[in-house]
């Protein structure tokens, strides 16, 4: 029987299942907020915020007088209201270097863990999301929360690839000559898949999770595009040139030559086993050959992405096209990242306007 269910579909079921556990590892209150928060939180979000919230309690029961030997379990929503803004401002000091609480035996456990200040904003998100909740429902009489200022995030340039750069690594996915031994072994197999997903990255900037949800009926040679999901499950046609509609069409051929574990699996992109690749495996993959071909740089999916971004907006001067094409809710988030982009544009065009010759 054909599974007709969507690759955003199986994530969602997954990721659901998922939260679900997280939730059990947490003081059974807080239940009752994401439940409030279901409507209007992606299900990816939910579980950042509970993986935030797990190391706030881990805080509060290590260092906090009040919550010192308390089980998870028995926490309620009024201990709440024994935390102060500054046990807050502790606790986003606290997790710059930490090592995880473990509410079963009391003790930390696990390797150091670091954050930097996006994630430290992350964590004040859930905690500020979980006060301001439990104040308006009226089960908690001050928000704390609201009084701490979120970390400064100091903006960073964008690592992308020169040109010579993406052909170094298009080159090195096709020959594998500094790969180990070991990896050369896998490289026969692999080689055309490979080709394919990283030039689709680099060719269309789609996010790596949307390649990985690809699907064999998605792919249109005729218009030269395919269809994506996007988050929050919006779905977009992308659009790709010849160089990725090539590498496409080999892949296809080969995925012909060697189907499926499941003769029913619509997945475009394969695993080894016969399997939809996952968005770590690609990663991995894209590590893989990076660490060879583009050796000052740590390239990942995402770099690629960027590197899409600049060179889609250094052809174009367009930053709404380039915002609509990478899927940006908001033409100020592509403008933030782009910014360098946009001066180098605006010095090529003032070198271009003459005062007194032709």
Not at 284 to 295: D, H
Request: glycine share 6%; proline share 3%.
């Amino acid at each position: 029987m054909e599974n007709n269910m969507s690759y955003a579909d199986e994530e969602k079921i997954k990721n659901t299942a998922h939260l679900k556990g997280l939730l059990e590892q947490l003081p059974p209150f807080c239940y009752t907020y994401f439940r409030g928060i279901a409507q209007t939180t992606s299900v990816k979000t939910r579980m950042g915020y509970a993986y935030d919230l797990k190391i706030f309690f881990g805080f509060l029961c290590e260092r906090h007088k009040h919550f010192k030997g308390i089980k998870f379990e028995d926490i309620r929503p009024e201990d709440l209201d024994y935390v102060k803004s500054t046990d807050i401002e502790e606790f986003l000091d606290y997790v710059s270097i930490y090592v995880p609480y473990d509410d079963e035996s009391g003790k930390n456990k696990g390797p150091k863990i670091l954050n930097n200040e996006c994630a430290k904003s992350r964590k004040l998100a859930a905690v500020r999301g979980m006060y301001k909740y439990y104040l308006r429902k009226g089960l908690i009489t001050k928000d704390p929360a609201a009084l701490v200022e979120a970390p400064k995030i100091h903006d960073k340039n964008i690592i992308r690839l020169e040109a010579n750069e993406v052909a170094n690594l298009l080159d090195e996915v096709e020959n594998g000559d500094n790969l180990t031994d070991r990896q050369q072994k896998f490289h026969e197999k692999t080689k055309i898949r490979d080709l394919a997903i990283i030039s689709t990255l680099v060719g269309t900037g789609i996010r790596v999770s949307e390649c990985v949800g690809l699907n064999v009926d998605d792919i249109d040679f005729d218009s030269y595009s395919f269809m994506i999901t996007r988050k929050g499950g919006k779905q977009a046609q992308i659009y790709f040139g010849d160089e990725v509609a090539e590498a496409l069409a080999d892949y296809i051929g080969y995925r012909k030559e060697h189907p499926p574990a499941d003769e029913n699996d619509k997945a475009l992109f394969l695993s080894n086993r016969g399997k939809r690749i996952s968005v770590r495996q690609v990663e991995l993959m894209v590590k893989k050959y990076a660490q060879t071909a583009v050796k000052l740089k740590k390239i990942t999916p995402h770099k690629l992405r960027s590197t899409f971004g600049t060179n889609l907006y250094l052809e174009t001067g367009d930053i709404y096209l380039v915002a609509d094409v990478l899927g940006h809710a908001d033409v100020n988030t592509t403008r933030k990242h782009y910014t360098a982009t946009e001066i180098e544009l605006k010095r090529k065009a003032a070198r271009k306007i003459n005062l007194r010759k032709d």
